[in-house]
């Protein structure tokens, strides 16, 4: 992280905007848990679970609601969200580095790449022909651009990612390691007993302040283009399909594989290990929990699970046991359903 930097809490309290109770010469510098920060220490309370640790942290300032406020002995600074005042306030105690703009020697850069002078080409970068790389954008060890490729001011490739041909980054993405953006679809066609590869046309291209965890993947089009929206964050070890649409503000957790030509709203939120089925159309505000199994269109906003919680082994394997049932069980309510409609519909015929 480099040289710690510490700042009055007076300071933080006007550059949050909230309102401060103690000291307004104190002075902090890191991050902490509430149960062991020191007096150098900025650290919140967002979960009623833990308030307990109030009355005994040593921390140098809480991040806490005004309900919680009598309950700290140590400066707070008070917030209607305290998770949300602390993510800005640990981005002001841990600013990203400035760009200093150049091209590391070892990085290989076509003649036709246009860099702009205040970013930075980190070493064993390969920029083939036709890229352009916007102001302070950073690209860190390893990065492969292919041909045509656009990458938008201030965005940071952190290492090793690889943007293949026409892909298009917008301003502040962030893109961590080992992520990859653009690749050929998982486009075939069946010819009898063999697959035949069907050319992948398409771009890749993705809007500002996106967010791009380790290892994700997002496929080119096939035709059309796939589009990550403005502000959409994706988590580690994810598998975006060929042209799939993923609306602004949109959050996905880790491990999740949205299949091809799937078209997710805005502000939608998608637990880790969701399966989402190809061609579907997911509206705005749409939340799945965990393991969803996404195999129909979901419009209407709301919180949609399938996913089974764990249970005891001996429970799951009487359950799965009966599972093989259901269908027979079901046949056999649907008969019941039919005699009991003609009795009553025989008794009443007899009453009148």
Known sequence: ?????????????????????????????????????????????????????????????????????????????????????????????????????????????????????????????????????????????????????????????????????????????????????????????????????????????LGDDVEIGANTTVDRGAIGDTVIGNGVKLDNHIQIGHNVEIGENTAMAANTGISGSTRIGRNCTIAGAVGMAGHLEIGDEVHFTGMAMVTRSVLAPGSYSSGIPAMPSADWRRNVARFRHLDELARRIKQLEIRIDTMNETTGREAT
Not at 35 to 46: P, W
Not at 176 to 186: N, Y
Request: charged fraction near 20%; proline fraction near 7%; aromatic fraction near 4%.
């Open 1 to 205: 992280m480099g040289d710690l930097l510490e700042i009055a809490l007076g300071d933080l309290a006007v550059r949050l905007g909230v309102p401060l109770r103690g000291d307004p010469e104190a002075r902090v510098c890191r991050i902490a848990p509430l149960s062991s920060a020191d007096a150098t220490g900025l650290t919140f309370l967002g979960d009623g679970r833990f308030r307990r640790h109030l009355e005994h942290t040593r921390a140098g300032c809480v991040i806490l609601s005004d309900a919680d406020a009598d309950a700290c002995r140590s400066p707070v600074l008070l917030s209607d969200n305290p998770y949300l005042t602390f993510a800005k306030a640990a981005r002001i105690l841990y600013p990203e580095p400035a760009v200093v703009g150049g091209v590391h020697p070892s990085a290989v850069v076509d003649p036709t790449a246009q860099i702009d002078p205040t970013a930075w080409v980190g070493p064993s970068c390969v920029l083939e022909a036709d890229v352009l790389v916007g102001p302070r954008a950073f690209l860190g060890p390893g990065c492969i651009l292919g041909e045509g490729v656009r990458v938008g001011e201030e965005s940071r490739l952190v290492a090793r990612v690889t943007l293949c041909s026409g892909t298009l980054i917008g301003k502040r993405a962030l893109l961590h390691p080992g992520s990859v953006v653009g690749r050929d679809g998982f486009g075939f066609a069946r010819d009898g007993d063999r697959w035949v590869r069907m050319p992948q046309v398409g771009r890749a291209i």
